[in-house]
């Protein structure tokens, strides 16, 4: 009997210390988002080609892998903003086509393997919610993307597939808020 209560005091314990664990709370608000991650990250900017041009991807990233404590691997935040003439009387179809080409573009980009997608809105802007397995399921990426008028927002953790469906995914992306 002493056995079963020290594990359900011990179980308490270990949930509770998960809750209060201390993030790192990240707010741009150049780039009008906050978001939580379990640490500090790099910040990066990259400009990309792409079909409408160069784009300034403005990165976020925590690489986590060097330690086995952590749940997931990587930790990623990309704020993209596209010319506004791109969305000048766009349509829902168009905001479906960029999206549907923004997780075509992931899974091609990674070699990877589409598992799972699903329709997402954030504040009335739409968005995807996508599993993607890489690396011949040697890993797992979880992404949500929002496209909030010409501005997408991408969120992505990339995990072992034993690890795969945690609490510090959830987290992280129930965390994100525009500003």
């Known amino acids: 009997m002493k056995s079963v ?6 179980t308490g314990l270990i949930s509770f ?7 790192y709370s990240l707010e741009s608000t150049d780039f009008g988002f906050k978001v939580l991650l379990p640490k500090e990250p790099v910040a990066q900017n990259q400009v990309v080609p792409s079909a409408i041009g160069e784009l300034k991807m403005n990165l976020y990233i925590l690489d986590t892998s060097a330690d086995e404590a952590e749940d997931n691997l990587l930790y990623l935040v990309n704020y993209t903003e ?46 995807r919610e996508v599993k993607v397995s890489f690396q011949e399921g040697a ?11 010409n501005k997408m927002y ?3 953790t990339i995990s072992f597939p034993q690890k ?5 995914i959830d987290k992280f992306f129930n965390s994100f808020q525009l500003l």
């Open 154 to 156: 991408l969120l992505e």
């Open 5 to 10: 209560r020290f594990i359900v005091i011990l």
């Open 82 to 127: 596209y010319p506004d003439s791109l969305f000048a009387n766009a349509t829902e179809e168009k905001f479906t086509q960029i999206l549907r080409g923004s997780v075509d573009g992931m899974v091609t980009n990674v070699g990877g393997k589409l598992l799972s997608e699903k329709v997402i809105i954030l504040n009335g802007s739409p968005g």
């Open 17 to 23: 210390s998960f809750l209060t664990e201390t993030w």
């Open 139 to 149: 890993a797992v990426i979880n992404a949500r993307v929002y496209l909030v008028r």
């Open 164 to 168: 795969d469906s945690n609490q510090s």
